[in-house]
């Protein structure tokens, strides 16, 4: 059965449905606004999140779907771009509400690569300098780490995405004190990400040597 | 300029974070007296913010050698500013003076 708008209803909405809260929060933080639905036949169709509530995103598709309906029960692929990665999860055409087709979606997502640095995951101990009006130090713990930036988490904290600081990376061998741009972080503070800014080539290089032989000894 | 500094370092157990006052200043670095002293294992460079009055002004500071870390009154070299901004150049002006 191929989908018709509901009437009244624009057919180029969706609600994409997560398993719970914490996985929409999830794509929404690490992502940004931006997902691609891939239907069964291929098609790209490019969509802005312009809202959620609880496990679900609202994202309105960048054009019409009316030449293509897509039917209930398609599989489709829901992919997102994070810091370095592609993201993306499978997903479940429903049939159509009156606020939107609903994508039923998998958990958790599978991440591709796409940065040119790679990343290893790994806990090490770091922290964050707030050089702004009331400056701070967070302790932190990495997630993973590249010669482009990291992921971290730690007590909670209200950095958002766009806000200069100053990281304090704890490698075994020597500590790095590297500038850094917030680029993405959870409502909850529990976790964000960071790209560093005018990193020295001889401290990228060393974060990378770190990565390259931390991947080989476990190999 | 108001001089209000605070210096973070990491050391051996974490970061250590000290406040004092900034005694002069220059584009490659300044000197500062800090309330109480670095410990000589400081082992990183750190993170200098200083109060210029008009708002807060971050460089990055080479590490302290261990022959200054037991000293109140601390030259420290500057990697480079955290932002080179209108504040940084107002500071390189103000230091030259």
């Not at chain 2, 109060?51 to 500071?61: I, N, Q, S, V, W």
């Amino acid at each position: 059965m191929a989908l018709r708008p509901p009437p009244g209803h624009a057919p180029t909405r969706f609600l994409v449905r997560f398993p719970d809260e914490a996985a929409a929060d999830e794509v929404r933080s690490r992502g940004g606004a931006r997902l691609t639905l891939v239907l069964e036949d291929g098609t790209e169709v490019p969509a802005v999140v312009v809202g959620s509530s609880g496990a679900t995103l609202r994202a309105e598709a960048d054009r019409s779907l009316a030449g293509t309906p897509p039917r209930v029960g398609a599989e489709v692929t829901v992919s997102w771009a994070e810091l370095d990665d592609l993201a993306s999860v499978g997903g479940t055409l429903g049939s159509g509400g009156v606020d939107g087709l609903p994508v039923e979606c998998s958990w958790p997502p599978s991440r591709v690569q796409r940065r040119s640095l790679r990343r290893c995951a790994v806990q090490l101990p770091a922290w964050i300098v707030r050089t702004g009006q009331v400056p701070e130090v967070l302790e932190v713990t990495t997630r993973d780490v590249s010669g482009g930036g990291m992921s971290l988490h730690g007590r909670g904290s209200d950095l958002s995405p766009g806000e200069h600081v100053v990281t304090m990376l704890r490698l075994p061998d020597r500590d790095l004190v590297l500038p850094a741009v917030v680029h993405w972080s959870r409502p909850d503070g529990s976790a964000l990400g960071v790209r560093f800014e005018r990193i020295s080539q001889s401290d990228q290089d060393h974060v990378v040597q770190f990565v390259i032989s931390t991947e080989a000894a476990r190999a | 300029m108001n001089g209000d500094v605070l210096l973070v370092v990491a050391g051996p157990d974490g970061p250590e974070v000290r406040t004092g006052r900034l005694l002069e200043g220059a584009e490659g670095g300044c000197e500062v007296r800090l309330e109480r002293a670095l410990g000589a294992q400081a082992r990183s460079g750190g993170v200098l913010v200083v109060d210029t009055g008009e708002g807060r002004l971050a460089m990055l500071t080479a590490p302290v050698p261990p022959a200054d870390a037991g000293s109140q009154d601390l030259p420290l070299r500057f990697v480079q500013p955290v932002e080179r901004d209108d504040a940084w150049e107002r500071f390189v002006r103000g230091a030259g003076r």
